[in-house]
Nanobody, 118 residues
Framework: QVQLVESGGGLVQAGDSLRLSCAAS????????MGWFRQAPGKERAFVAS???????YYQDSVKGRFTISRDNAKNTVYLQMNSLKPEDTAIYYC????????????WGQGTQVTVSS
């Protein structure tokens, strides 16, 4: 198990950028896949991006080319760089962790609010 704490959310205008951070506890961070999910008002939580322990990245189609996920294993931190933000990106963003050989995301942070005004 890892404990996850997100930060970096806020209120921005369309076209602006934000960088979210997720700090993880635990010495096994480097072996986990890490992901970002978001939940907009009235909608279900949805996948945004993920990065494996080996550095492979995956993105939801709507954020490809605008968002970049990265990790710093020395700092036990995963980042989500969000550029060219749109009002439809408004949501609570959650960090998640998945241990090796596990298919389910079973560690979650408390979430950070991102609001993009038009």
């Amino acid at each position: 198990q890892v404990q996850l704490v997100e930060s970096g959310g806020g209120l921005v205008q369309a076209g602006d950028s934000l960088r979210l951070s997720c700090a993880a506890s635990g010495r096994t961070f480097s072996g986990y896949s890490m992901g970002w999910f978001r939940q907009a008002p009235g909608k279900e939580r949805a996948f945004v991006a993920s990065i494996t322990s080996g550095g492979s990245t995956y993105y939801q189609d709507s954020v490809k080319g605008r968002f970049t996920i990265s990790r710093d294993n020395a700092k036990n931190t995963v980042y989500l760089q969000m550029n060219s933000l749109k009002p439809e990106d408004t949501a609570i963003y959650y960090c998640a962790a998945r241990p090796p050989l596990v298919t389910r995301w079973n560690n979650w942070g408390q979430g950070t609010q991102v609001t993009v005004s038009s």
